[in-house]
């Protein structure tokens, strides 16, 4: 009797996932897999990095379910197509159930697992599961992709309200296929514990209640801080949906801009390395690596920048609110490339997802589908006037704020602002 696989990748929950589902649906024996990807694990810059301590900790989670279900998670570690290779000389499989990933890297690795597959007659089924709308599914009235988030958003609420969407039943069949496979630990797979502390999954009522009072003020835990399950599919974006279009229509507005960036990057994967709007790649940035490093370190003399770049190091996570004043403040003030930012960030958080950081940079560069136009340039002293108006979250991460050990701003706002518009200008307006 062949079985069939469960690949799991960013989707690492038991309900509500759409190809578990039809997995189970399909009634032959189901074998659940996951790969410890090395051409992923090889590029990070930690070996304590704490996505994939997250994600070893989400496997084990997961591993317990599955054993209650006399079940167990088979992993592997290694190059997708060489585990592939080699799941196919060990089982007879046939078919393979997995959902979607929009990034071009997974658009590569599930081309080249697909026809490896075909080339053995496996079939290769994928589902939109980490997003409510997906690809061509919220176009123009032309069939093109909106570039704006606005009528996007409109066109997408419309949608919503025609596609009822609603959580999966969990199947209770009981086909999972009977082992017990050793999950491999952190150290077996090169990483280490960091320590980090990771944000709870329950949806909070409270949150959402007061989300759009609260949200834009990073002193109060006025956010979910649901990004890394989001990432990781820890919670399924469709549960998530139903509990907040109860409490928030502000934050179902905030999950419409994740299905936003991600169907940009779907249609528009130059984005990864280039400005969404070419002229802007004619930017003389200065990139000075001296003023990078005190932004990183938090000691540009800016407080909010300061506080958030801080928080980000120690905790992996920054709020919305000050990650646009410190993008804004890298790319306007200092005048150095978006890209350096987005890595850095790319680097640090925990909730880091391709398409919505590229995005968020984009935005506060100016250069993006849906940008800040360039002649707005954040103040961050009047940000933080208005965000953090008793110095609450400035003095949780700069606890040296007001005493002479704090640096004076490192660029005066005034002059950095005339320089950053004039460049942009001078570059919109030079000749190709
Ligand atoms: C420069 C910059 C970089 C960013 N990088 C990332 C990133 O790597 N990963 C990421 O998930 N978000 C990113 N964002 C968007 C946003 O800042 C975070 O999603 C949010 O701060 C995460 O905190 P939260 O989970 O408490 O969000 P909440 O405010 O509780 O929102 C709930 C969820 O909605 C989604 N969301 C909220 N705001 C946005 C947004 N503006 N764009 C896209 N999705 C959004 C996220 O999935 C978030 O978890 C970035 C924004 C900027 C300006």
């Not at 994939?52 to 989670?61: D, G, K, M």
């Not at 606005?150 to 419309?158: L, R």
């Not at 190091?313 to 410190?326: D, E, I, L, S």
Request: aromatic share 12%; proline share 5%.
């Amino acid at each position: 009797m062949s079985i069939v696989i469960i690949w799991f990748r960013r989707d690492l929950r038991l309900n509500d996932n759409v190809a578990l589902f039809h997995a189970m649906a399909d009634g032959r024996e189901v074998l659940p897999v996951f790969i410890f990807d090395t051409e992923i694990l090889q590029k990070l810059q930690s070996r304590s990095d704490a996505r994939v301590e997250f994600i070893s900790q989400a496997l084990n989670a997961l591993n317990e379910r599955l054993k209650r279900r006399g079940s167990s998670l088979l992993i592997k570690h290694g190059s997708p197509e060489k585990v592939w290779q080699e799941l196919i000389q060990s089982y007879q499989i046939g078919t393979v159930y997995a959902n979607h990933d929009y990034e071009p890297y997974a658009l590569k690795r599930d081309e080249k697992v697909g026809k490896l597959l075909a080339s053995h007659d496996i079939p290769f089924h994928t589902f939109k599961d980490q997003v409510i709308f997906e690809k061509e599914e919220i176009t123009k009235e032309n069939g093109t992709p909106y570039t704006v988030f606005t009528p996007y958003s409109h066109k997408w609420k419309s949608r919503l309200a025609e596609a009822s969407v609603k959580m999966l039943p969990e199947h209770n069949k009981g086909n999972w296929c009977q082992q017990n496979a050793c999950i491999p630990s952190l150290e077996e797979i090169g990483f280490r514990q960091g320590g980090v502390k990771f944000p709870a999954s329950a949806v909070q009522e409270d949150i959402l209640t007061r989300y759009a009072e609260q949200r834009d003020f990073p002193a109060l835990h006025g956010t979910s801080q649901l990004g890394i399950h989001l990432r990781f599919g820890t919670i399924s974006i469709r549960q998530l949906l139903l509990k907040a279009a109860q409490f928030s229509p502000s934050f179902v507005n905030e999950l419409i801009w994740r299905d936003f960036y991600q169907m940009i990057l779907w249609h528009y994967p130059h984005v990864i390395s280039s400005a969404f709007k070419p002229a802007y790649d004619r930017i003389l940035w200065i990139n000075n690596e001296a003023d990078f490093e005190r932004w990183k370190a938090g000691e540009t003399g800016y407080p909010l920048v300061d506080a958030g770049m801080r928080q980000l190091a120690a905790t992996g996570w920054m709020h919305n609110r000050v990650r646009m004043v410190v993008a804004s403040f890298l790319t306007k003030h200092l005048l150095i490339d978006w890209r350096w930012g987005e890595t850095w960030f790319a680097e640090k958080l925990l909730d880091f997802e391709l398409a919505s950081n590229n995005g968020g940079w984009q935005w506060a560069a100016g250069c993006g589908c849906d940008a800040a136009p360039y002649f707005r340039v954040f103040n961050p002293q009047l940000q933080q006037e208005k965000f953090d108006p008793k110095h609450e979250y400035i003095l949780k991460w700069i606890p040296e704020y007001g005493l002479p050990g704090y640096p004076k701003p490192m660029v005066n706002h005034e002059m950095a602002r005339a320089r950053a518009i004039s460049v942009y200008r001078n570059t919109l307006n030079r000749p190709v």
